[in-house]
């Protein structure tokens, strides 16, 4: 069962839990879950006397009867531990490394160095430029990006003191309300995002929103799992921080 995840979260939810219990019923061998943005991952802690969603949907999603998932950058690695049976948490940081290698660096002639995710894109260091110091970044590549404000300061920020161009990177787009525009209208040049999540109407608003395809290794993970395959392949130049 392959569902993204659009606008209306619940609906999506409530389609795939009806979906998988249908097959259930139907006495189907095994049924796996292809969720790329898994929703509500933000809520996978205690907060005060709140409840832990991330861990109520893991629960129903086993109920309705799922025996395995694949999905994309969970906000955090420990959210597999909610799980009764296995998750497949595949990694978008090589395709965004590889969207650097091929579009970013083509555009300077500075030599860029780029170190096997360390700490993620933090490795991403133009040898020719110094820090800025005294600026506290976002993270330099995070799992979600949705409210904008906090980059679109800290982009002006870095244009004051002489960047030159200035790239915001995540796996997953959600870029809800305002946030097309706000980046249309700010300093940065491109908000470079995959395509886990449905964004195209964003992308109407805003043409910096750029994409980068991750249904390749989706449908890898797919044909591994239908076959019988080791997962270990997926997972060769990821490191135990990334």
């Known amino acids: 069962i392959i569902q993204t995840i659009p606008r209306d979260v619940n609906t999506a939810i409530m389609e795939m839990l009806v979906m998988a219990y249908a097959l259930k019923t139907s006495c189907a061998k095994n049924i796996i879950g292809v969720i790329p943005y898994f929703p509500y991952s933000k809520q996978c802690k205690m907060r005060k006397r709140g409840s832990i969603v991330c861990k109520l949907l893991a629960s129903m999603l086993a109920k309705a009867g799922l025996s395995h998932i694949i999905t994309m950058d969970l906000h955090q690695k420990e959210i597999q531990g909610f799980f009764s049976f296995p998750v497949d948490n ?10 650097i290698q091929e579009e970013v660096s083509k555009h300077y002639r500075q030599r860029w160095m780029i170190t096997s995710h360390q700490t993620k894109l933090n490795c991403l260091n133009l040898c020719t430029r110094t820090p800025f110091p005294g600026i ?11 409210d904008v404000e906090d980059f679109v300061a800290a982009a002006e920020i870095l244009k004051e003191r002489g960047a030159y161009k200035i790239y915001i990177m995540a796996t997953h787009g959600l870029l809800s309300a305002d946030a097309p525009r706000l980046i249309e209208e700010s300093a940065i040049d491109e908000v470079v995002v995959t395509n886990t999540v449905p964004h195209e109407v964003q992308k109407l608003q805003c043409p910096k929103i750029k994409t980068v395809d991750v249904s390749m290794i989706l449908a890898e993970a797919i044909r591994r799992i239908h076959n019988g395959e080791s997962m270990a392949y997926l997972f060769r130049n990821i490191t135990v921080d990334d």
């Open 90 to 99: 595949l990694r978008a940081s090589p395709f965004l490394l590889q969207y």
């Open 136 to 146: 506290e970044l976002p993270s330099t590549m995070d799992d979600i990006i949705d």
